[in-house]
């Protein structure tokens, strides 16, 4: 924590405590080739809470998913705001349920990375975080694909099992079983869209480059997600910046950032027809109510 945040902390709240070796946290708590950096476990809640301005080996996974949000944000509200949608309107719920799912993941991480380091229940509470991913993924399947909401709760299960299934250090096995799944989910969902990049023409359909961005950040963060690299070549120079997590975390972002725009494309054309045939139905169904009145 930086001095001058210490100045103006109030004195009731307790500073965080300074951090630590790894060798001074349970295993649990400890990342390969990651050294220093861990914040200390039992300190009171809020101590957690305010780590958010310290320096230490989550900061940046917490930042990275933390002002993503507000970027998310800002984008939904410009696109909605180019189609003319109110919040209203029951026509804008897709672009609506895309920002619920897509923060409720992002804030769900970001909860998760900054208060797991209390105690071994609160690590195991906090990565129910699981399943917001699953809710960001599957936000249109449940709707439209029983088999892409089977994956997606199968993928959430995996996680679960996994998280409380391996203990430290980690077989293979726990990879397997988080990756898999959520592969598997991944493969159904994009089938129909990978046809697409492979048989039209990209210059017919200005989504195409934006699917081909979202596909190749999300199999790259699937990457830096199951092989924690680059901190295996550089042991202890990755305890603040430059591990694979934050990396998965950065291209996660973008993917759901990619994504937005891709609904905003695909969702353009239907807007208007849409939004007509709401009002007039909608208008249809009040008119008796409204005369009442
Ligand atoms: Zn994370």
């Not at 697409?196 to 017919?204: M, Y």
């Not at 139905?281 to 008119?287: L, V, Y």
Request: net charge positive; charged share 10%.
């Amino acid at each position: 924590m930086t001095l001058a945040m210490m100045y103006f902390l109030p004195f009731s709240l307790p500073p965080p405590s300074p951090t630590v070796t790894a060798s001074q946290v349970p295993s649990l708590f400890r990342e390969p080739y990651i050294l220093s950096g861990c914040r200390p476990v039992q300190q009171d809640w809020r101590c957690y809470l305010l780590s958010l301005f310290q320096k230490h080996n989550e900061s940046l996974n917490v930042w990275t998913h933390l002002l993503a949000g507000p970027v998310l944000l800002l984008r939904w509200w410009a696109n909605v705001d180019t189609l003319g949608c109110t919040l209203d309107d029951v026509t804008s719920l897709p672009l609506l349920l895309f920002l619920v799912s897509s923060l409720t993941y992002l804030y769900l991480s970001a909860a998760a990375h900054l208060l797991q380091s209390h105690s071994e229940r609160a690590h195991y509470f906090f990565f129910l975080d699981y399943v917001g991913v699953p809710a960001w993924r599957e936000r249109v399947g449940v709707i439209f694909l029983p088999g892409a909401a089977f994956f997606g709760w199968l993928s959430c299960t995996g996680c679960c099992y996994a998280k409380f299934r391996y203990r430290r250090p980690y077989p293979p096995q726990r990879k397997v079983c988080q990756l898999i799944p959520t592969g598997l989910a991944y493969v159904l969902d994009i089938s129909p869209v990978a046809h697409r990049l492979l048989t039209v023409s990209w210059s017919q359909e200005p989504s195409l480059p934006f699917h081909a961005l979202q596909i190749a950040c999300f199999l790259l963060s699937a990457l830096f997600f199951s092989c924690s690299i680059p901190e295996p070549f550089f042991p202890g120079n990755c305890d603040f910046v430059g591990q694979g997590h934050q990396i998965f975390h950065v291209l996660l972002s973008l993917c759901t950032l990619s994504q937005l725009r891709l609904l905003y494309l695909r969702f353009r054309p239907f807007f208007v027809p849409l939004h007509r045939l709401y009002v007039e139905h909608f208008e249809a169904a009040a008119a008796p109510f409204v005369s009442i009145m």
